[in-house]
């Protein structure tokens, strides 16, 4: 919470105070002094920084983000709206990251240094080394340009048929992915071997459970705080990731609202979308941190 | 066995290196030498394909590829090499600070990591951007921004086994202050793990780079850059496809190579951590 109260002073102090002016910017530089006048008041910008701040958390708070210059509507409703494509986006991306990764880390673990486990490493190098825009365009010159499967960019919106919206956001979900996925499946592959020396692992295999029963019931839990933790820390990646592939696959949302309202100096916009961002890199490093304890009850003590 | 002859046999460390070589040799060239120089524009002989003049063909102004992805590696070491130095040099001091003080310094420190965690290179990027318009200052500080609670939180982990070694107590009971211990024991003791860390965050500097001139907020023209080749490269994906392999593939082998490097230094600078994998 302290956290989220000290990101959001921080983005209205850079977008808000530190220039000195937003009408300035939002105006540029053939602005008269009256326009900017009538601007500065009709923003409120007459007033000062800690009104502006507390009638911006208020806002917020009610969820009223204030009013886009450049859109004349709503920001919140302009948000909801791109929200439709970005988060659908990340959900998939997530899915498939934990998907990949877990099925090749225990793959590779259970055949620790042998030709498998080999592969997956190598495989892995060369995935955290790809730009993941650059995967995107990629894949779509072989599966849009080349094949024709999927529309190389654009979204034709939920409305008329959801298949259609997943269709498009498979490629860019994919480019996301397999370089999140090349990083945790790493994480997933040292953690699964470091349970797997455990004494509790050897009690029970020697117990008569064969080494699948013991992979599935008694590792495969252990080793989740450590692919938890890169989880919690990748999701940052993540969305960063959707800003960049939005704009690779042309898709219209949050990404592409924050770049439009750069080009049109709405920079109420700007600070909105930046919080929501930052805000839930927050949020989801505090559920992190509340989901290790739910996994590993020996976490409870320390606590 | 001798520290060079380990080096050799460890494949990964040698591959990296090499590849970390050839970027940097490249760099180093692109200051004499390119075949054409990376920002003629020549309209009429836009788009070629591979031939004896432009090995790798023009784009879609008539600029020679090779040329431009040898002068862009320029950019991509730049921006590493500040970036990190930032990250570094804010960093490591809070870090040191925070192991050396204790207390509420510690935790006033941790606290700013991790808020500072919550705004991505990107993020930073595009509000900086906002303001004070896209460029090539405004993505290295952004990317430096972020590599600061990354050193931070390294280097106070890294301290803080170290203040708590027999050597130091020694040291304490000679009398000797904080920042005599801190210049003389810790840092000392902690540089290798920092090594590493920094061939890493150069590697994640060069994709961020990338990414922001790819958005348009990074290198502006004329100035060439891997990641807005990519950005010119997709415009042009229908007629020329092969011109978003290349800066690509650059971008892809520098990271690699700086990610193997940074692995076989781990390896090699503390053997402890090697056998346990």
């Not at chain 1, 877990?102 to 495989?123: E, F, I, K, P, Q």
């Not at chain 2, 510690?106 to 318009?133: K, N, Q």
């Amino acid at each position: 919470m302290l956290t989220l109260v000290a990101a959001s002073v921080v983005i209205f102090a850079v977008l808000d105070v530190l220039p000195g002016n937003v009408a300035e910017v939002m105006l540029g530089e053939s602005a008269t002094a009256e326009s900017l006048a009538a601007l500065q008041a009709k923003l409120g910008l007459d007033r000062p920084p800690a009104e502006r701040y507390a009638s911006w958390m208020r806002g917020l708070a009610h969820g009223d983000m204030g009013t886009s210059h450049s859109y004349d509507s709503p920001v919140a409703d302009l948000v909801k709206e791109r929200a439709l494509v970005t988060v659908p986006l990340a959900v998939m991306a997530m899915a498939l990251t934990t998907l990949i990764a877990l099925v090749l880390g225990v793959y590779a673990a259970s055949h620790h240094n042998r030709g498998g486990d080999l592969a997956v490493m190598v495989g892995s190098q060369l995935g955290i080394a790809l730009p993941n825009f650059w995967l995107g365009i990629l894949l779509s010159l072989v599966f849009a340009v080349q094949l024709r499967w999927f529309s190389a960019g654009g979204f034709p919106g939920w409305e008329d048929s959801p298949w259609d919206g997943v269709r498009a956001l498979v490629l860019p979900a994919v480019a996301l992915a397999a370089v999140q996925a090349a990083i945790l499946a790493r994480i997933t592959r040292s953690a699964v071997l470091d349970v797997l020396r455990e004494d509790f692992v050897r009690t029970a295999r020697a117990k008569g459970l064969t080494r699948r029963q013991v992979l599935w019931g008694h590792v495969l839990r252990n080793a989740f705080v450590p692919v938890l933790t890169v989880m919690g820390l990748q999701f940052a990646n993540l969305l960063t990731g959707t800003v960049v592939i939005e704009r690779v696959f042309s898709l219209p949302g949050l990404g592409r609202l924050v770049f439009e309202a750069i080009a049109n100096r709405d920079l109420i916009v700007v600070r909105n979308v930046v919080m929501l961002f930052a805000g839930s890199v927050i949020v989801i490093n505090f559920v992190v941190d509340v989901l290790y304890v739910v996994i590993d009850p020996r976490l409870r003590r320390h606590a | 066995m001798r520290f060079s002859d380990r080096a050799w046999r460890h494949s990964s460390f040698v591959i990296g290196s090499l590849l970390v070589g050839l970027l940097l040799a490249t760099a180093a060239l692109s200051f004499v030498w390119t075949p054409h120089s990376p920002t003629d524009i020549d309209v009429p002989s836009k788009l070629q394909g591979p031939s004896a003049a432009h090995w790798l063909g023009t784009d879609s102004l008539g600029r020679d590829i090779v040329s431009l992805l040898i002068a862009g590696s320029q950019n991509s070491i730049a921006v590493g090499l500040i970036a990190v130095g930032i990250g570094m040099g804010f960093g490591v001091a809070l870090g040191l600070l925070a192991s050396a003080r204790r207390g509420w310094v510690e935790e006033l420190v941790m606290r700013f990591a991790d808020f500072t965690f919550a705004f991505p290179a990107l993020l930073s990027a595009i509000m900086l951007t906002a303001i004070y318009g896209p460029g090539l200052v405004t993505s290295v500080v952004a990317i430096g921004i972020f590599n600061i609670p990354v050193f931070a939180r390294i280097t106070r982990a890294a301290a803080n086994g170290v203040w708590s070694r027999d050597y130091v107590l020694a040291s304490r009971a000679c009398g000797k202050g904080a920042w005599h211990i801190t210049v003389a024991h810790v840092l000392p003791n902690i540089a290798s793990g920092l090594i590493v860390q920094a061939t890493i965050q150069f590697a994640t500097a060069i994709l961020a780079e990338a990414a922001l001139s790819y958005l348009g907020l990074g290198t502006q023209p004329p100035q060439p850059s891997w990641g807005r080749m990519l950005n010119e490269a997709q415009s042009m994906m229908f007629q020329a496809p092969t011109l978003a392999i290349w800066p690509g593939l650059a971008i892809a082998l520098s990271v690699l190579g700086l990610n193997l490097m940074g692995d076989g230094l781990r390896d090699l600078l503390d053997p402890k951590l090697a056998r346990q994998r």
